[in-house]
């Protein structure tokens, strides 16, 4: 062996004295890893209560409806929920019987969210594609926060807002006879569904790779043309993901649609008139409801058919996000 070469694990300081060998610390490495399998543990305990509690709530809900399977009295049927006559009157008058149908509550519901949307969607997409493609970097330090600050404004206030200012103003500009409408219902919630379209759209336009943009800026396309052709569709799947979370959003609204909507449980494919949405109804009845009455298992049914649209919606979802990434990327 030469002198120059130095025995494996031997390291020679400038005096020459050779030291021990380098050993791993072997009680920090075994602190590590039971820390890690502590916060392992932790964090499947936390996530496992979470899906617990959301699984107790549905059970309980569901339990509290189910007695209207096999329920008689007050001349019920189940099939009244869905079947003529279609209005809502749970409190009888004369010598009337109480009425539950729920297609109008669930019309006034599809109704309120769609108009929402339909202003929400393009106005949310537009901003966060401004926003992460175009504005300069101190821009884009006023604009998002400003836009998302509306995420954190009560949705009574929002409602009040609508109540007080733009119904009336909607009234005059509009001439129709209903000051709280469908209209006004759907344009004060899309300042609660704006905030959640654009921020996981914002992120997820965000997100596409850096190079995306250099090449289709290198083939010669202007920025626009990169935003448009090569980003958007780039970042789709994120972009569905965050109509679907709006849409779960403005269907499970309830303090503005309380507040704005006319509370009117008509069938009416007009925006102009009064609807009353699920949410709502169960919010303004629950706490006078007679309790194990049949009004009292037909609110909580309400309350399990909302959990069943957002369950689909989710699901709905989760599959439009998996088929657009394998037909963008190739893969989920």
Known sequence: MSKNVQPVGEVDDRQGARRAPLQPDTRNLKIRRLLDRIAEKAIFAIALIAISIIFLIFVYVGREALPLVWSAEEG?????????????????????????????????TLKVTFIAMLLATPLALAAALYTA????????????????????????????????????????????????????????????????????????????????????????????????????????????????????RAIGETMIVLMVSGNAAVISLSPTDGVRTLSATIAAELGEVVFGSIHYRVLFFIGTLLFIITAVLNWVGDRLNRRLRERLFGSA
Do not use: C, H
């Open 133 to 248: 493609e175009f504005a300069p970097p101190r821009l884009r330090g006023w604009i998002k926060p400003a836009i998302e600050l509306l995420a954190g404004i009560p949705s009574v206030v929002l409602g009040f807002f609508t109540l007080i200012v733009l119904a009336t103003w909607l009234q005059d500009v509009f001439g129709y006879v209903f000051r709280l409408n469908a209209l006004v219902a759907g344009i004060g919630l899309t300042f609660a569904v704006i905030p959640i379209i654009y921020t996981v759209s914002e992120d997820a336009l965000t997100a596409v790779p850096k190079l995306y943009r250099e090449a289709s800026l290198a083939l010669g396309a202007s920025k626009a043309q990169t935003a448009l052709r090569v980003v958007l569709p780039a970042a789709m799947p994120g972009i569905a993901a965050a109509i679907i979370l709006g849409f779960g």
């Open 76 to 108: 019920f049927r189940l099939s009244g929920l869905f079947g003529s006559p279609y209005s809502w009157q749970p409190v009888a008058t004369g010598t009337g019987i109480p009425k539950y149908n729920v297609l109008p509550l669930i019309l006034g």
